[in-house]
């Protein structure tokens, strides 16, 4: 079945530092999202991006969907604590039925250090 | 209440139990969606319900049983589970398929098969 590679798969970095974290398919997706998940809770959606090349930001928070769109990217800017948790891509394949069923990539661990 | 809520949070059954995961979605929503995450896992998509129809069951055993009465609750029976069936069980709404694949999830429920 198709799959996402997402990485990496943890990061343990500085509080303040700049996060950067990845998703790749070898096929083309119409849709990215990229959700976050707390310990005991399910994800979060925090950004939607619809169109290849789209750059959309939600607070310290700025993801892209990849020209070729067979990629997305997450950044985070100045990490805070509250940062910490998983980090989720998902992608809607181009050649899918419109069953809305969506792919997920394996996910990134994020530790920050006070 | 509002987005998607699921009852119980955490459920501990034994192998010959019968139980029931409960689902409802306060977002106006026409599609609905179980997930297992299991540890080191991907998120596993287990059935999609469109509009009050399933229109994906993704090979899922028959232990496993869902139920869609109406567009805004969702479902899941349990039967004779098995322990590797332990898992976080989450489930999901979006506005529709073949319309936005923005997929809003509840907080999970966490099931332990003894």
């Known amino acids: 079945g198709q799959q996402l590679n997402q990485s990496p798969q943890s990061m343990f970095i500085q509080e303040g530092e700049d996060v950067s974290m990845n998703c790749t398919s070898s096929s083309i997706f119409n849709t990215w999202l990229w959700y976050k998940q707390d310990p005991g809770e399910g994800p979060v959606l925090l950004i939607a991006l619809y169109k290849a090349g789209e750059l959309t930001s939600n607070g310290r928070l700025t993801a892209q969907f990849g020209i070729t769109r067979k990629d997305s990217f997450l950044n985070i800017s100045a990490s805070i604590p509250s940062d910490v948790g998983i980090y989720f891509c998902?992608?809607?394949?181009?050649?899918?039925?419109?069953?809305?069923?969506?792919?997920f990539g394996q996910g990134t661990t994020l530790q920050v250090k006070p | 209440e509002t987005g998607v809520t699921q009852t119980p949070r955490h459920l501990v059954m034994g192998m010959t139990n019968k139980k029931s995961l409960k689902c409802e979605q306060h977002l106006g929503h026409n599609a609905m969606y179980w997930y297992k995450q299991s540890a080191k896992k991907p998120l596993e998509l287990m059935f999609v319900?469109?509009?009050?129809?399933?229109?994906e069951n993704n090979s899922v055993p028959s232990r496993f049983s869902p139920e869609c009465p109406n567009s805004s609750h969702l479902f899941l029976h349990l039967h004779t589970l098995q322990p590797e069936d332990s898992a976080l069980y989450l489930c999901?709404?979006?506005?529709?398929?073949?319309?936005?694949?923005?997929?809003?999830f509840g907080p999970g429920t966490r099931l332990t098969v003894t």
């Open positions: 998902a992608g809607h394949p181009w050649d899918s039925s419109n069953t809305g069923k969506l792919i």
């Open positions: 319900y469109s509009l009050e129809e399933r229109v």
């Open positions: 999901a709404s979006s506005p529709g398929t073949g319309s936005s694949y923005e997929q809003y």
